[in-house]
């Protein structure tokens, strides 16, 4: 068997950022789930499932070891010396989100000591991990996502089924609710005309016609298209031609209703001229 084809996606992250269900979403779409394996071990695991026919592996390491990261950066090298594909998926989410998670489910931080609140075992880690994220290939902030939101990402961002080449997610967000910290490049188009202040048009959104037809009315729209488009088609293959598998491309404007709607949608029907893939995510729309 040619071990070059296997493939190998170490799945890490904060803990209650959806590590489990992002394990799960990648064995729906062919990938042998590992859960909590010591890094030390990567390279065995990989050999072994290579030698038994399995191509695609899917691990799960996190701060559950607690030598994760004095192992991780030379086991991911030994892997690859051998001739693997592997790929590093980091997955996080604000600190008051994974409060309340653990709240919720009231269960105790794993790496949370005696007399420690749940916040300051959640800031200590993500310290502990600052070295992963930097290695990630691909990272996601799953603050904003439900459980069936965040498979369809991670299985979207992994399929390989699906065209080969790197993958372009233009998403729309709103500024009040934050900048999505998954974002390569944003653009802010707040100094576009508000379609929330037009009569009929406040509890429309930028997916529907008039709102459409308001925007693109606006005497800068074409020229800003233009510049966000000619930026895009530059960096892209130069990110692709550096490795990487995924950009997020973030538009915001206020709520993120109406004007970052309309825009990320004419991007991304843009770029798909261009011949990138592309998808896209109105992260605010119905808020």
């Excluded at 030698?51 to 090298?77: N, P």
């Excluded at 790929?87 to 949370?112: G, M, N």
């Excluded at 089924?161 to 998954?182: C, D, L, Q, T, Y």
């Excluded at 031609?241 to 109406?258: E, L, N, Y």
Aim: include cysteine; charged fraction near 30%; hydrophobic fraction near 40%.
């Amino acid at each position: 068997m040619d071990t070059n084809r296997t493939r190998t996606i170490i799945v890490t992250g904060l803990n209650g950022s959806g590590k489990t269900t992002a394990l799960r979403a990648l064995e729906d779409i062919g990938f042998f789930p590992v859960d909590n394996l010591p890094v030390a071990m990567l390279a065995q695991l990989i050999e072994l499932c290579a030698k038994g026919g399995i191509t695609q592996i899917a691990v799960v390491c996190d701060a559950r070891e607690r030598t994760l990261t004095a192992h991780f950066e030379s086991a991911l090298q030994d892997v690859r010396n051998r001739g693997h594909k592997v790929e590093v998926l980091f997955l996080e989410a604000e600190d008051d989100v994974l409060v309340r998670r653990y709240k919720e489910v009231r269960r105790q931080h794993p790496l949370q000591e005696e007399g420690e609140s749940i916040s300051e075992a959640v800031a200590r880690e993500r310290d502990i991990l600052s070295t992963l994220r930097d290695a990630a290939s691909v990272t996601v902030d799953s603050s904003s996502y439900n459980v069936h939101e965040l498979r369809r990402r991670v299985k979207s961002t992994f399929d390989e089924s699906s065209p080969e080449g790197m993958r372009v997610r233009i998403e729309s967000f709103g500024f009040k609710h934050g900048v999505p910290a998954e974002a390569d490049y944003i653009f802010d188009v707040r100094f576009l005309k508000n379609p929330y202040f037009e009569k009929g048009l406040r509890e429309q959104r930028g997916t529907d016609g008039d709102v459409s037809d308001f925007i693109a009315k606006q005497a800068d729209v074409p020229e800003l298209l233009e510049r966000i488009i000619s930026l895009l088609t530059f960096v892209l293959p130069r990110a692709e031609a550096d490795g990487r598998s995924m950009v997020t491309v973030a538009v915001g404007c206020t709520g993120g209703h109406h004007r970052s709607v309309a825009i990320a949608r004419w991007v991304g029907d843009a770029l798909k001229t261009h011949g990138f893939r592309v998808s896209n995510y109105h992260r605010d729309i119905s808020r």
